[in-house]
């Protein structure tokens, strides 16, 4: 398993290999990316902030739920802060499996959770304003 | 007196002009009790009480969880990692 | 779009630039990953035969197929054909969208659509034996 | 008389002993029949024609499909692309 906030760009393969073992067949890597959009308004960047002590812990919380409740083989989850260019990545989300139905379901339900528990926060910057973005849920983790 | 030592993050460290200060401990304050001593010191913060989660010690607890010396006491706004909506 | 047959390592870094324009928000890749074991048999190795031409006419139809039913930005798939070990990658599937969700369910159904109609075949050989695998499916595409 | 171009793969060219053979197209050969004069020509592939499908010039077709004149015939046993099981 690998947790990681950082401000360097995300490195997709060093996470695809980690999680990857000589028994797994399926690997699902999930990317978020800053695109130029966000209802209706043309995004110019965004800022991410993170309190990182406390997001790694919760990434491995997370991930450890995902493995005791499904056979999944391993987790690896990086996420970048500071200011991202449209087209950059912030979120990395990579789960091996034995199977493909695994990983994709696991790898699916992990970027959800995520996005509910993990504490780092998005700042869209747009022409003339900005503004921090309220997730998708305000939910405790469980 | 013992120290809590309290962070900010996001909208609330904006609003706050900091991401971090200290609450002299009183006895058996809990974080919404903080919440409320924070909220006097910084203005800007009473509107968001009702949406804001707290951490202590990397942890999410709930508000009515008392404080002890020497914790860290996290003001957590709405979480919204990554880059797409649903 | 980008479909490929080939007989190189293949590159999925390649494949998620591809696929990703400043409207996506999220991009799906799938692995498939040659594994050490399959029905309980220690595999030593695979060997991959394909029919390059139609695999990548049929890749092509399915995609379309996919971006006819589904809000998805775009698509790249790369199979690898020759001799695989443990560990290496046969199959890439990178599917771009807005949204998450649109990624992961287009990226999976991908998989399982790629898995019965496209013209490629794989023979494992294990200690004394080897034996060409039979699909999941036998079904004609629709 | 005009040729078709079969093309043979994974267990079945091995079967046969090679990916590619040439059939004398008869008047309205279907795919089927073009199974049945390669099994006599390669007595191995036999057994598998109920699990064969067929496709001409790259397209899936019925084996009731006739072929024409140039056309290039394969022989597609259960495709099995990918690395993991279901």
Redesign the interface.
């Known amino acids: 398993m690998l947790f990681e906030i950082t401000e360097e760009p995300l490195d997709p393969q060093r996470l695809a290999d980690h999680v990857r073992s000589d028994a797994s067949g399926a690997v699902a890597l999930f990317y978020g990316v800053v695109r130029d959009h966000n209802k209706g308004r043309k995004v110019l960047y965004l800022e991410y902030d993170a309190y990182p002590e406390m997001a790694t812990k919760v990434m491995r919380q997370i991930a450890e739920e995902m493995k005791e409740r499904s056979p999944i083989d391993d987790v690896a989850i990086q996420h970048r802060t500071g200011r991202l260019e449209i087209g950059e990545t912030s979120l990395l989300i990579a789960v091996s499996s034995g199977h493909r139905k695994e990983a994709f379901e696991a790898c699916h339900a992990l970027v959800d959770r995520f996005k509910e528990v993990v504490p780092i926060w998005k700042k869209e910057v747009w022409e003339g304003g900005e503004e921090w973005v309220e997730g998708e849920s305000v939910q405790k983790p469980s | 007196m013992p120290n809590v030592k309290v ?1 900010l ?3 609330l ?2 609003l706050a002009g900091t991401r971090q200060t200290q609450l002299e401990l009183g006895e058996g304050l809990t974080v919404a009790d903080a919440y409320v001593i924070l909220s006097d010191r910084y203005p800007g913060l009473e509107p968001l009480r009702n ?1 804001v ?1 707290y ?1 202590v010690n ?3 607890v ?1 508000s009515t969880q008392p404080l002890s010396p020497g914790d860290e006491l ?1 003001l ?11």
């Open positions: 962070l993050f996001a909208r460290s904006e949406s989660m951490a990397s942890e999410y709930s996290a957590i706004p709405p979480v919204s990692g990554g880059s797409d909506a649903v």
